[in-house]
């Protein structure tokens, strides 16, 4: 029998997981079965526990179940530990092991795919919610420079900024706050894409030759890319590719295999566009 994975979220029918799971399989040749299974809000560990029940061997998780995935876990890895969410649920021997891939995929896509590396580079991320707090320790592995985190409620960012101040300078406040200042790499981690909404970012904070990374994805430009574009930024992307690095992160989790992400990627980016 095939191994039983499944990625829990509620809404969940949207999820292109078991898409990009189902191509890793098949190009590395690993048998698994990947399912999308909705979770009632409020009944995220009754869900697990059938699903494990039935089997399962690993989960991915989405909104809004990443505080409760921390919270069922038996033991946390590192890294979700620092994010304080978690992504990818490992369950072996009566554990359940809590992990966080986003972080990583993130920063896989944006040094690799994106040819953009973190040493020296001035990083400002803008949004102070789960999204930003699963990031800031693996961009800080890379190294940077400097880290700033922006968000429209400065005292989030400010809470975050401090939180992680052990690792690095890492500075928090509101918008207006960033006036003057230029940086490398902007990342947009808020959901103001989401809803249409603009940033009201003061100008001229992209440097030159900056990356403007936005975590929202979908055919187009977000609001935050037509900004970033409009302000000078030299390269501007979508979160596309962080979602499958982070998918190809819980594979390598899962079944040791570290499986190719281009042409999945590519797959998808043409399926947004038709
Ligand atoms: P949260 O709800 O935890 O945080 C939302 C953040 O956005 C807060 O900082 C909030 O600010 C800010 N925000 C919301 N609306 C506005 C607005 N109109 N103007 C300014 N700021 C706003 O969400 P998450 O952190 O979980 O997710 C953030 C985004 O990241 C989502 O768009 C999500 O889709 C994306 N994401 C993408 C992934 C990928 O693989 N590509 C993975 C994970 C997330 P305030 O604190 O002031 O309310």
């Known amino acids: 029998m095939s191994d039983l994975y499944a990625v829990f979220g509620n809404p969940i029918a949207h999820s292109k997981s078991p898409q990009i799971h189902a191509a890793f399989a098949t190009a590395s040749g690993q048998d698994l079965v990947y399912e999308a299974r909705l979770a009632p809000v409020g009944e995220f560990a009754p869900a697990v526990a059938e699903f494990v029940a039935a089997g399962g061997k690993g989960a991915n998780v989405t909104v809004p179940f990443k505080e409760d995935a921390y919270r069922l876990a038996t033991r946390l890895s590192e890294r979700a ?6 992504n990818t649920l490992s369950f072996a021997a009566g554990e359940i092991v809590g992990d966080n891939t986003d972080g990583a995929g993130l920063v896989r896509d944006i040094t690799h795919n994106l040819h953009t590396p973190l040493a020296g580079k001035r990083i400002l991320l803008l949004g102070a919610g789960g999204a930003a707090r699963g990031v800031i320790a693996p961009l800080l592995a890379g190294q940077p420079v400097s880290l700033h985190i922006a968000n429209r409620t400065a005292d989030k960012a400010e809470a975050l900024a401090a939180a992680f101040s052990d690792m690095a300078a890492v500075h928090g406040g509101n ?14 981690a808020t959901s103001a894409s989401l809803a249409g909404a603009s940033l009201p970012l003061p100008v001229g904070l992209f440097a030159p030759g900056s990356l403007a990374y936005d975590m929202m994805y979908g055919k187009g430009d977000t609001p935050f890319m037509a900004l970033a574009r409009a302000q000078g930024a030299a ?8 979602l499958v690095e982070q998918a190809a992160e819980a594979f390598f989790v899962w079944r040791g295999v570290r499986p190719e992400t ?13």
Do not use: H, P, T, W
């Not at 590519?266 to 399926?271: D, G, I, K, M």
């Open 235 to 242: 390269q501007v992307a979508d979160g596309l590719g962080m």
């Open 175 to 188: 918008y207006e706050k960033l006036s003057g200042q230029q940086f490398d790499l902007i990342i947009n």
């Open 81 to 86: 530990a620092r994010a304080g969410a978690v």
């Open 262 to 274: 281009a042409g999945v990627l590519a797959q998808l980016r043409a399926a947004l566009a038709g």
